[in-house]
């Protein structure tokens, strides 16, 4: 059901979406507060249609904003029913609205509208998605917990993307309406702007976050900061995994596999100082070692060919790594058929060495450094040539798609 009203005709539109549900407290003080910014808009050149999506409110947000729309042009009313989400609610705006620029805003009173024009200033000067962060020195009184929970989700994406942000749950921002193309899909629960931030650095979008001041909400948070937390943390590490794999993947396999480096050198120089027999914490630590040398560089392996198999699905060439941008020129991953026959070479040697010597008498105590060096050379060798192997066949996939897709440009432009 929809109530509506004409909004007003101009070159540039900002339509404003607000998704409500049981709002009733703050509701009336939000859309007046909108309403108020509409002549500093329009001095920008900006007229503004509002848009209401009462998310299944089982209160009176509804009634008190379709008075709103009965009294004020460009004001609408959209209702869900039953309740869909977040999410949900601001896509359902964003398809009913008629502007060339996006907004949104909770309506609980939290974020302050008068800080649209500013938002919308950034756009008109070239940025694609704005955001008016909550954690750049304004006024802000976002709750300890919640300022620990944005610190961790901020410093994940920025380590995920390798561009700082600073606030990526905020639930304020103005974007270009071409931009959505580019971010969906988006998720329809309170995870939407963390997965829409995500998006939008790692789709190369113009991501400005400006000051904004933060007020206590009015009525009660529908967000659990433990649930919902961890929702955040989820989708914005899957989020990170759809654009560059190696990044993430790569990087923890990188730091498990230095750990198992340095507790293998700790072996080392156990069995050189004499060490011929383990004890239950030696076991262990060699163990560990092969686990976390095997893992690590699985992680790694793992990372670097899902890079090749996103750049496949994209159709685009790869350009994203561990540290945002290759660092061998030759690509790392091109040498690994021969670092594999090396390493499997090696693993072999010492495998036959310490089999020599245990014929000609040498007890497994003394053979056992050697006997787990060569397995882990052995492993990691046939590792290295199966991944080198199969991102070959998915750079000559995707090298093939790139032609293919150059091959239709062309004759289309003919």
Not at 107 to 117: Q, R
């Amino acid at each position: 059901m929809e109530s509506t009203q004409s909004p007003t005709d101009s070159v540039a539109t900002l339509s404003v979406v607000i998704p409500a549900y049981n709002e009733e407290d703050g509701i009336a003080e939000t859309v007046e507060r909108v309403l108020a910014v509409r002549p500093a808009l329009a001095q920008m050149g900006l007229a503004m249609e509002l848009i209401v999506v009462d998310d299944g409110s089982r209160d009176r947000t509804g009634e008190i904003v379709s008075t709103y729309c009965e009294q004020h042009e460009g004001v609408r009313l959209l209702r869900h029913d039953p309740n869909r989400g977040y999410g949900a609610a601001l896509k359902t705006g964003f398809t009913a609205g008629c502007g060339d620029l996006l907004a949104f805003l909770d309506a609980d009173g939290t974020y302050p509208p008068t800080s649209l024009p500013d938002l919308c200033n950034e756009v008109l000067k070239g940025a694609d998605v704005v955001v008016g962060s909550r954690r750049s020195g304004a006024a802000s009184g976002m709750p300890f917990v919640r300022k620990v929970g944005n610190f961790i989700w901020a410093n994940l994406v920025t380590l995920l993307s390798g561009q700082p942000v600073v606030d990526p749950a905020s639930g304020m921002r103005v974007f270009r309406r071409e931009a959505l193309d580019r971010l969906y899909p988006l998720p329809d629960g309170l995870n939407f702007t963390p997965v829409m931030s995500t998006r939008a650095v790692h789709e190369g979008l113009k991501f400005v976050e400006i000051p904004m001041p933060y007020q206590e909400r009015r009525g009660r948070s529908k967000l659990s900061v433990v649930r919902d937390g961890l929702r955040f943390l989820q989708t914005i590490i899957w989020t990170a995994l759809l654009y560059n794999p190696a990044r993430l993947l790569g990087g923890v396999g990188f730091g498990l596999f230095v750990l198992g480096v340095l507790l293998g050198l700790i072996l080392v120089g156990m069995r050189l100082s004499g060490i011929t027999q383990l004890g239950p914490w030696g076991v262990t630590g060699a163990f560990t070692t092969m686990v976390l040398g095997v893992v690590g560089f699985d992680l790694f392996a793992l990372g670097a060919t899902f890079n090749y198999l996103v750049a496949l699905f994209n159709k685009d060439v790869i350009q994203k790594g561990l540290f945002g941008k290759p660092i061998f020129d030759p690509p790392l991953d091109r040498h690994f058929w021969w670092m594999g026959l090396l390493s499997l070479g090696g693993g072999l040697v010492l495998g036959i060495v310490s089999l020599i010597l245990g014929l000609s008498g040498w007890p497994i105590e003394r053979l056992w450094l050697y006997l787990l060096g060569g397995t882990m050379a052995i492993v990691m060798g046939i590792q290295l040539v199966t991944f080198w192997i199969v991102m070959r066949v998915l750079e000559e996939l995707s090298q093939r798609e790139l032609a293919i897709r150059a091959d239709l440009t062309y004759d289309h432009a003919c």
